[in-house]
């Protein structure tokens, strides 16, 4: 049976003047799919996102995100997923619980849904007693945890994490994993972009951007097989020596 897809593009694309920063790509996520989005520096990930997460409006082609139009529709995709990024995603002079209340009230949810799951969480990351410390007292490790907990705290269809796991250790970055797959195996889409190629062999598939364009998209093993690489760092590797720009 075919799985619904929560994002589609068609010849997605955006101009800056003359500079194409994402050139016409197109592909489908699965809901429910951990979706790797790959590429060096430069490569268009950032811009791409940002129109699928509704704060850039496309130049051209065609997108929709739970649903709803990336043109027409911003504020509902905006209400329909989460975001977590590597360099800011918590109130670091707030406190742990304020910042989940802080988040869910963002999205609208009620004081019992935010009471309720609030002490749930705090149980399943072990931080009852870190509830009313600040954020910026905590590990990076747990910091992240935290941040991810948050990001889909109000159920959203998709969450997008962009390079969640930078900085910290192999440990904590195994244990990040496994709450991904648990939010996958509970129906929440996982876009995630990484600079570790060890984990893009954790995704479902994987695509690769250079120059603005998708030059790849299948699943690791598939990839690795077409490409003859052993790893898919080889597989990047090879694909990204033909990038011609740089920096984002």
Known sequence: MEREKVITTDRLTKRFGDFTAVDAISF????????????????????????????????????TVAGFDV???????????????????????????ENIRFYAGIYGKSNRFIKDKTERLLLQLH?????????????LG???????????FHEPEIVF??????????????????????AAEAGITIFVTTHYMDEAEYCNRVSIMVDGRIDALDTPRNLKQQFEASTMDEVFLKLARKATRAGE
Request: with cysteine; charged share 25%; hydrophobic share 35%.
């Open 28 to 63: 489908e996520v699965e809901k429910g799919e951990i979706f790797g989005f790959l590429g060096a520096n430069g490569a268009g990930k950032t811009t791409a996102i940002r129109m699928l997460c509704g704060l850039s409006i496309p130049t051209d082609g065609k997108a």
């Open 71 to 97: 043109y027409r529709q911003t504020e509902q995709i905006k209400r329909s997923i989460g975001y977590m990024s590597q360099k800011f995603s918590l109130y670091e002079d707030l406190t742990v619980r």
């Open 127 to 139: 931080l009852q007693e870190e509830a009313n410390k600040l954020v910026k007292s905590l590990p």
């Open 142 to 152: 747990w910091k992240q945890k935290l941040a991810f907990s948050v990001a889909i």
């Open 161 to 182: 994490l962009d390079e969640p796991t930078g900085g910290v250790d192999p440990v904590t970055r195994r244990e990040f994993w496994n709450m991904i797959y648990e």
